[in-house]
């Protein structure tokens, strides 16, 4: 199956540390999501990047297409809350994996 680059874009640039109450729930609905999605093996991985520009998520799936990775990026709590996320979406065009120890 092919690979999807997924850059989650936050609100603004200081996000990670100008989050509110509400912000920081929404952000651990948004790891709920994802960890359930990578239990099922849709998400190869995911995490924070500490971009000096400001940080944003990575994350990397593994989908039958990508009709099949935008859904999942789209149905994410944090874009259906329209509070300003937003993903960027491309097809790896090769992908290696290492072979596990």
Known sequence: MPFF????NPPRADF???MTDSE???????ASYITALQEK???LLFGRVDDPKG???LGVLECADEVEARKITTDDP???SGQGFSYDVAP?????LRNAP
């Open 41 to 43: 093996g849709a998400v």
């Open 5 to 8: 680059f997924c850059r989650m």
């Open 92 to 96: 790896m065009l090769e992908a290696r």
């Open 16 to 18: 990670a540390h100008t």
């Open 55 to 57: 940080r944003w998520g």
């Open 78 to 80: 944090v874009i259906r």
């Open 24 to 30: 920081r729930a929404l952000m651990g609905q948004h």
